[in-house]
Each structure stands twice: as structure tokens, then as C-alpha cells.
């Protein structure tokens, strides 16, 4: 039985109509983290590196096309919920005019400046070649990769999780097969990796977008539209704690590579690397239950039901302190396995990685709450709670933690700035939602 975002949910409804969701983010996170398995395993360490150098100048350039994507959403299903349904369209179509014209100016702009970007985000004499080719042929992807993680949020908006979830598998399986195809048959090394990318990006991208420009029996559809400047500033600014969480965890990943570069060598960055395509996978759950529940908390509010934000409200911090408390326990079983598949030819290398990840994975125990409390502000439309918990937990905390504790700790010091990160993030996180409890009545 379809469910729709107006339905009362109890655990199972929630759990299913979520599910696509997560999915559609562990799939996502999987097939980014093919790329690195294979350029690791068939090109070196080294390629390995010069990926993980110029991967945060990509997610910084998408991190607006989810912004849009998040705020947006949160802005046409909260129309939905107080009974325009052609008003939601008009929105929904602006958005993604402007998604697209956007991505078009900052691809244009990367592609130019690529090989000083290199530089600054870390590259160095030995890597700066693989940087410049992984990072023209990824930002020049850029339009269709901003309308994919757009999409993801409108998808949910538009009651067709389940389509999300399908284009996203779509996506990774397309992704994989190029990886293969580029990478081990035709050893085109760190561009064949990022052509993969690109290509899985145009499946997510393009397909949603004939399917909304063509007649559907969804509530979204693209419509003839005029700008909505109000509600574009609005959308911004209710997204800007995604986009806020993005930039900032790219800039951080940047400085992370700077310092395990003068530490460690590209050793250090290697394993590091491996790390975040791990976290990739395990955070996705996170960032998935968010999004999937995103539009239901922005419909009930918009419909002015208190009791079901209630209800709803329960269930989901239950289902992340669960979620949290299995994510840490899987990480430490898995640590070794999961790291071998990556680095397993290199036992120094090995070691490295492994000792690091055990330690880093702590940051699963507190994540998915600062994740899920962000993503519930912006869904109430508070883009100003949501951002100033995102700003703490990937910028300001991250930041701090990343230039204090290496000095006392060495190489472990890097491994604890994002646990300590995340744990000083929850109760930024913790405040805000007591304090904002009587406002919108959730609690």
C-alpha cells in the first residue's frame, strides 16, 4: 500500500517509506567508493592520494545542489502540506532552473582554475598530474552530479522514494561496470575513475529529470514558472546548514590531507582516505533516515499537526541512538577486513589504517544525532539551528580538534579530532533541541 507524507507512522511505516532512502545513500556512498578500491588495488597509493586531494573541491561544488535540494524541498513540501499543490510545482521548477544554471557557472569556473585549485587543496609535485585530470573530467560533471543530489530530496517530496533508490542503484551499477570497464580493462588510471563517476552521475541526474518534464501522476512535476526570489533566499538559508556541512567537511578533509601529507607522507593520506570511504558508507544510513524523513516532519508542520511531529519525533531519535550504537559495534568487528580490501598489498600501509580506523570510527557513537537534529531543523525550516549545528560539527570543532590534538598525540591525534569533533557537536546539537522544544512543539 503506497504510504503518503499526510499518513500517521508507526515504526513499520516509517521504516518503509525511510528504507528507499537509505538505500539510495549507502548505494551512493558504495559506488564513490568503488572508484578508490580500484584506483587503489590497480593504479597505487599515490592515484589514491591525488583522488582523496581533489574529491573535496567535487563535494564542495554538489554541496549546493543538495543546499537547494534539502532547503528547497523543505519550502514545496510545506506548500504541499498547507494545500497548494500548484505552488509546490512552481518551486519545484525554479529550483531546479537554478540548480542547473549554477552548476553550469561553478563546472565552468573549476575547470579553468583547476590546477591551482589542486595546489591549494594540497597536491603536491608527485600527485599534481593525477590531480588535474581526476579533477576536470569530475568538475566538469558538476551540473548533472548537483541535479542528482537534488533530486534525492525531491524524490521524497514527490512520494516516489522508491524511484530514488532504483536511479541510484542504476547509477552505482553503471559506475562500477565503467570502474572495471576504464580502470582494470583500459588502465586509464585516476580519469577513467572519475569518467565512471560522471557517467553514474547522468543516470541520477538526467532520468528524474525527464521524468518530472514529462506528464506523471506524482504531485511535482516542471511547470511553466516566473522567480521566486523569497522563497530561492529562503531555501538558501534553510539549506545552508547542508551546504554549511558539506563545504566545511571538504575544507576539513583538505586541511586533514595537509597535515597527514607533513606527517605521515602519502601513506598517511592513503589510509585516510580509506577511512572516509568508509565513513561514506556508515554515515549514509544516517544521512538517509534524514532525508527520508525530512519532507514528513515539513508536511505535518506545514499542516500544523503537533501530534504526529510528536510521535514522529520519538521514533526517529530511538531508531539513530539504535543505529548509532550498531554502527560503532560493525566498524570495530570490521576494521581489518575492511581496510584489506583496500590497502591489504601494503602491510605497513595495513597497520596504518586499520590502528587509525578504530579510533575514528568512535565518531559513529554521536554523528548520526548532530546528522539527524541538523537535517530535523531544516525540515521545520530553521535553517539557523540547523547550520549552527552543522558549523559546529564540521567546522569549528573539526577545525579546532584537528590543529590541537596531533601536537599532543602525534598520529593518533589525527584519529581523535573527528570522535572529539562529534561528540562536542551533540551537545551543540542537545541545546538547541531543548531550547527549541516549546517553539514547535515536538517534545
Known amino acids: ?154 524524490l521524497v517530496c514527490a512520494e516516489r522514494p522508491k524511484m530514488g533508490l532504483w536511479l541510484s542503484v542504476g547509477s552505482g551499477v553503471t559506475n562500477m561496470a565503467l570502474d572495471y570497464l576504464f580502470i582494470a580493462v583500459w588502465g586509464w588510471g585516476v580519469a577513467g575513475a572519475a569518467a565512471a563517476t560522471v557517467a553514474g552521475y547522468l543516470v541520477g541526474g538526467i532520468i528524474p529529470f525527464v521524468y518530472f518534464l514529462l506528464p506523471n501522476k506524482s504531485p511535482l512535476r516542471l511547470v511553466r514558472t516566473r522567480l521566486w526570489p523569497r522563497m530561492l533566499l529562503k531555501s538558501c538559508a534553510n539549506g545552508s546548514s547542508e551546504l554549511m556541512s558539506n563545504v566545511s567537511g571538504s575544507l576539513v578533509t583538505a586541511l586533514y590531507n595537509r597535515i597527514l601529507m607533513a606527517t605521515a607522507g602519502a601513506v598517511g593520506v592513503a589510509a585516510y582516505t580509506v577511512m572516509m570511504y568508509l565513513q561514506f558508507v556508515f554515515a549514509a544510513v544516517f544521512i538517509g533516515f534524514s532525508m527520508g524523513t525530512a519532507s514528513i516532519f515539513s508536511y505535518h508542520y506545514g499542516a500544523g499537526n503537533t501530534v504526529e511531529l510528536k510521535s514522529l519525533f520519538r521514533k526517529c531519535m530511538t531508531v539513530t541512538a539504535l543505529c548509532s550504537l550498531g554502527m560503532v559495534s560493525i566498524a570495530q568487528l570490521l576494521a581489518r577486513p575492511l581496510s584489506a580490501v583496500f590497502v591489504g598489498y601494503d602491510p605497513q600501509l595495513l597497520e596504518v589504517t586499520v590502528a587509525g580506523m578504530r579510533i575514528f570510527c568512535l565518531s559513529f557513537l554521536m554523528g548520526g544525532f548532530s546528522v539527524f537534529c541538523s537535517g530535523f531543523f531544516t525540515a521545520l525550516g530553521d535553517g539557523l539551528a540547523s547550520a549552527a549545528i552543522s558549523f559546529s560539527r564540521t567546522l569549528l570543532f573539526q577545525v579546532g580538534s584537528i590543529l590541537i590534538l596531533p601536537r599532543l598525540l602525534g598520529l593518533d591525534g589525527i584519529w581523535w579530532a573527528t570522535p572529539t569533533a562529534e561528540a562536542l557537536a551533540a551537545l551543540v546539537a542537545a541545546g538547541f533541541l531543548r531550547s527549541r522544544r516549546e517553539k514547535y512543539q515536538y517534545a
Open 1 to 154: 500500500m503506497k504510504i503518503q507524507l499526510s499518513d500517521h507512522f508507526t515504526y513499520s511505516r516509517l521504516f518503509r517509506f525511510t528504507l528507499p532512502s537509505i538505500i539510495m545513500m549507502i548505494v551512493t556512498s558504495i559506488y564513490s567508493t568503488v572508484d578508490g578500491l580500484f584506483v587503489s588495488n590497480v593504479v597505487g597509493q599515490n592515484a589514491l592520494a591525488a583522488v582523496n586531494i581533489v574529491y573535496p573541491l567535487t563535494m564542495i561544488i554538489g554541496a549546493f545542489g543538495f543546499m537547494l535540494g534539502t532547503g528547497g524541498g523543505a519550502e514545496v513540501a510545506r506548500v504541499m502540506g498547507a494545500g497548494e499543490p500548484e505552488k509546490a510545482r512552481q518551486y519545484f521548477t525554479t529550483l531546479i532552473l537554478t540548480i542547473i544554471a549554477l552548476g553550469v557557472a561553478l563546472s565552468s569556473l573549476c575547470v579553468i582554475f583547476m590546477e591551482p585549485l589542486a595546489l591549494l587543496f594540497g597536491a603536491d609535485e608527485a600527485l599534481l598530474d593525477d590531480c588535474v585530470i581526476y579533477g576536470v573530467i569530475m568538475t566538469a560533471g558538476a551540473p548533472v552530479f548537483m541535479l542528482q543530489t537534488s533530486f534525492q530530496s525531491f
